[in-house]
């Protein structure tokens, strides 16, 4: 074995010092990391019973509306960036493209027209079997509700912008 001088000594020394204080550092790193991880998943199960009690045992939200009852709120809407000249098709739209229900629920749906054009009608139609007609001019809006006694998939539409301005009532078993 290799006689070492005193320098040799002394730097081996402050390595293997170094590298004690390193690994003690590490250690203590590990721990907090291990104790936050805990804290952390404690007070993540602290949230989700927070969140099961306010919504109840399914985790759902609570509804906002009367069981067997559903008001919807729809608007006109644009589609960004349509250059309607060069289509040939306008660039209107609904902001909600789905509306879903129940057999049996009283429907209210509320229709605004919020476009920017003055001279724009729009309307909220639904053909058979509900027979929907809110027809709206410029800031307007109106009010239909009816009870969704059909199941099945209806479409509504602006009778002033199809092929483009439509959507669709779901109504489940």
């Known amino acids: ?40 998943q404690s007070a993540e199960k602290m949230e989700m019973s ?34 309607e000249d060069k289509l040939k098709i306008a660039g209107d739209s609904f902001n909600v493209n789905t509306l879903v229900a129940n057999k049996g629920d009283k429907v209210t749906v509320k229709f605004y027209n919020v476009d920017d054009v003055q001279t724009e009608r729009h309307s909220f139609t639904i053909g058979d079997p509900y027979k929907v007609d809110i027809d709206v001019g410029f800031a307007e809006n109106g009010t239909a509700t ?13 009778k002033y912008h199809l092929p483009v301005m439509t959507g669709q009532l779901v109504v489940l078993p």
Do not use: H, W
């Not at 730097?11 to 004690?20: D, K, Q, R, W």
């Not at 003690?24 to 721990?31: E, F, K, M, N, V």
């Not at 109840?56 to 009367?66: E, I, K, Q, R």
């Open 50 to 83: 927070n969140m099961t009690s306010a919504t109840g045992p399914g985790g759902g939200l609570p509804s906002m509306s009367t069981p067997g009852e559903k008001t919807f709120y729809v608007f006109t809407a644009e589609v960004a960036n349509v250059n």
């Open 1 to 40: 074995m290799k006689q070492r001088t005193g320098s040799e000594m002394i730097l081996l020394i402050s390595i293997a010092t170094v590298a004690a204080a390193l690994l003690t550092l590490i250690g203590q790193q590990a721990s907090f990391a291990q104790q936050n991880t805990t804290e952390s």
């Open 146 to 158: 009816f009870t969704a006694d059909q199941t099945g998939v209806f479409t509504y539409y602006c």
